[in-house]
């Protein structure tokens, strides 16, 4: 027999399906990351396990279950404890102090300071200092204690928090491809996460800048270096992101704790000189505020909104401690540090108007001035390094849930599976960094791009909660709607006074969100796109069963591992491998890597194979969105199972595919314009590769090339 004959017919006929592009091809949904690969399964095997592989029937399925097949979880350690308590509950309290609040915990280094600063004309007198720290008060109390705090931490996802687990929450099974089935939630839930991205930018500039104009005071002849020394202390910072944040990490809570101390310390030390401050917690002095200054006190708002600054971190940073320590921190520690502060500058300025030019290090006695410096720096710091590494985490649910290119995603901590490092979003954090410190000089220029990121993000937070109210806490739709009104009134007012600001700087993040969302949704849509068309040309798994048993193709010793995002079919590479090598190998793989809506997969059920016959299986990995897939350690609960995958005997077949842009086709249930097609295939030349994203052995993969038009 002929090496053509022994080609099954089958496989002549479908010629004309394409190789799969690189993301439809390892998965549906990609993976969470590339990383550290799982730990190998510990313990005992059972014997049970080998002889059911092996004489499996077509369409048996095997499982990996918990004491036969133990898989050890390797994702599960950034998370949250369900109900710390004592010791670990005051660990977890201390840890979060750095990590969620190390934003909003910097707010007191600018805020009075732009509200009264020359951009208003407001003049520090008493009825507009007792109005502003009114306002101020209210601002924290109805938008972190009440609507994060009481509220939106209840919207978790298995204990995650964030927009794209709120996405996951909402949408569990996919995300709807019209606006008419809930898009328009989706759009708002990805413009929020590019918001947040804007964040990760402005505040590292914002922080450090507002601790080193601190040098006009300690260090007078320094003023002129203040721009200069920023740019090398954010140059630092990033530059050191590639070696983990681990013993950084662990210094992020002792840090803010000597903060909040000491912030709370010198606004008491002013409150005692001018206890009548205390009265501004009347909301009627907020009321008679606005009531004097009409307009004027409308545009006020958006330098209020500076106070609240860093409050999405209470819930995009939930995954990571849990409910109970973000509330006591805010509660014991926070909330009441920052009010004092308030206050304490509050009464300086009753005292001394003059201190309006910068309020919080005229707070602090001549002989502290540069030990605050210090301590300001360091928190500035961590302020900067949360919202980076919540970036880095952002990014890595993008990615899991189909709106982010593959990246590489290097894992910096041995213990902390959390504590994870993006070359690509850090280098372009720290480049739109240092552009914006050169480019805005300063903090009060710097505040109302600052405004916009922070209120359109806690805008799209509060309308995405009421879907979560009434589809997943099932309330009554008038229960909703009250409560998240007014959640959306107060983000309303803010979002708006931020907005008349768009020509002096606003236009950053918004510039910024509008691009990275037309990324991420053309990204989403053109894999689907793609998807739809090599699924139109699949080929029927039996049908190519059949052809192969009765073409009787030679079979060579080993296993082939043809990865795939579909559970149904034939791959089209190994249609491929098998046109031009005309050979299969007497164990043949269709693995597939699932992402599921939720943060984590039990691991004993996470891989489960499928006997299809004639030597061929089909695996299917489930994991979770804050998870990490690692293919050869997938392979090595499929050989406990007894099917043979010794790494060594074991090759892996993929495709390199070059992606042509064409018109739309008939029939086609998604149309993308050419040029975003066009943006699509560089995004998808540019995507880490499927070996290094799956972690396969460079050494162990045959890569098939071909083109293909979409």
């Known amino acids: 027999m002929s090496d053509d004959q022994k080609i099954p017919a089958s496989v002549e006929k479908s010629e004309a399906v394409s190789e799969s592009a690189k993301d439809v091809q390892a998965t549906e949904e990609p993976p969470s990351t590339n990383g550290e690969p799982l730990r190998h399964p510990t313990g005992p095997i059972a014997e049970p396990g080998k002889v059911d592989a ?12 918990t004491g036969m097949f133990p898989v050890q979880s390797h994702a599960g350690g950034h998370h949250k404890e369900q109900n710390p308590t004592g010791k670990r509950l005051a660990i977890l309290t201390l840890t979060a102090l750095g990590v969620v609040y190390g934003d909003i915990g910097t707010s007191p280094l600018y805020s009075v300071k732009e509200i009264f600063g020359h951009a208003y004309g407001l003049t520090p007198t008493r009825e507009n200092v007792f109005g502003i720290l009114s306002l101020i008060v209210w601002a924290l109390t109805l938008v972190i204690s009440v609507k994060y705090i009481s509220f939106v931490l209840r919207a978790d996802n298995r204990g995650e928090g964030g927009q794209f687990a709120l996405l996951a929450l909402i949408f569990p099974r996919g995300t709807p491809q019209s ?5 328009i939630f989706v759009a708002l839930a990805l413009f929020g996460t590019a918001l947040l991205y804007g964040d990760g930018i402005i505040t590292p500039a914002m922080s450090v800048l507002g601790a080193m104009e601190g040098l006009e005071y300690a260090v007078p002849s320094l003023k002129a270096y203040i721009v200069p020394i920023t740019v090398v202390i954010l140059s630092t910072l990033f530059a050191v992101q590639r070696f983990g944040t681990d013993l950084v990490g662990k210094a992020f809570g002792p840090i803010t704790l000597v903060w909040f101390i000491t912030i709370a310390v010198l606004g008491l030390h002013e409150i005692l000189q001018q206890p009548s401050i205390l009265a501004a917690v009347n909301p009627m002095y907020a009321v008679a505020f606005v009531r004097a200054h009409g307009t004027m006190a409308f545009f006020v708002l958006g330098s209020v909104v500076l106070v609240i600054t860093g409050g999405e971190a209470l819930y995009a940073d939930m995954g990571h401690f849990g409910r109970k320590p973000i509330r006591y921190a805010w509660v014991l520690l926070v909330f009441p540090s920052l009010l004092l502060n308030y206050f304490g500058q509050g009464a300086l300025l009753l005292e001394n108007p003059s201190a309006s030019e910068n309020p ?7 002989w502290f001035l540069i030990p605050l410096l210090i301590i300001a720096t360091l928190a500035a710091i961590v302020a900067s390094q949360a919202m980076i590494s919540g970036a880095f985490s952002t990014t890595r649910q993008g990615i899991a849930l189909g709106f982010i290119p593959r990246m590489e995603i290097r894992h910096t901590s041995v213990e902390e599976e959390g504590q994870i490092y993006i070359p690509e979003v850090n280098w372009f954090i720290a480049i739109g960094c240092l552009i914006i410190v050169v480019s805005f000089q300063n903090t009060s220029a710097l505040g109302a791009a600052y405004g916009i990121a922070v209120t359109g993000t806690m805008l799209i937070t509060s309308v995405l909660f009421y879907m979560v109210a009434r589809l997943r806490f099932r309330w009554e739709p008038w229960k909703a709607m009250l409560l998240v009104s007014v959640f959306v009134t107060v983000d309303l007012f803010f979002f708006s006074a931020n907005i008349v600001k768009l020509l002096n700087g606003g236009w950053v993040p918004m510039a910024l969100g509008v691009v990275l969302f037309m990324l991420m949704l053309t990204w989403k849509r053109g894999r689907r796109l793609l998807s739809d068309r090599l699924t139109d040309g699949t080929m029927p798994i039996g049908l190519f069963l059949d052809g192969v048993e009765k073409s009787k193709v030679h079979r060579v010793a080993g296993t082939a591992v043809f990865m795939t995002g579909s559970d149904d079919g034939v791959p089209p590479v190994l249609l491929h491998h098998l046109k031009h090598n ?22 004993s059920e996470r891989v489960r194979v499928t006997s299809l016959g004639h030597g061929f299986w089909r695996v299917v990995a489930s994991y979770g969105f804050m998870q990490t897939p690692n293919v050869p350690n997938v392979l090595e609960v499929v ?32 149309v993308l314009s050419r040029w975003r097609k066009i943006i699509f295939a560089i995004m998808s030349r540019n995507a880490r590769s499927a070996t290094e994203f799956f972690c396969i052995p460079p050494n162990r993969v045959v890569e098939l090339g071909t083109q293909i038009e979409f």
């Open 54 to 65: 092996l004489s499996a029937q077509p369409g048996d399925e095997l499982h990996a279950h």
């Open 179 to 183: 606006f008419t089935k809930g898009g």
């Open 360 to 366: 919080f290090f005229l707070l602090a006695p001549d």
């Open 582 to 603: 005309k050979v299969l190998h007497e164990r043949v793989l269709l693995v597939s890597v699932k992402t599921a809506d939720v943060p984590e997969t039990n691991a």
């Open 639 to 670: 050989d406990q199972m007894g099917i043979r995958c010794k790494p060594m005997e074991t090759s892996y077949f993929l495709g390199r595919e070059r992606l042509i842009p064409v018109g739309a086709k008939p029939g086609d249930r998604i």
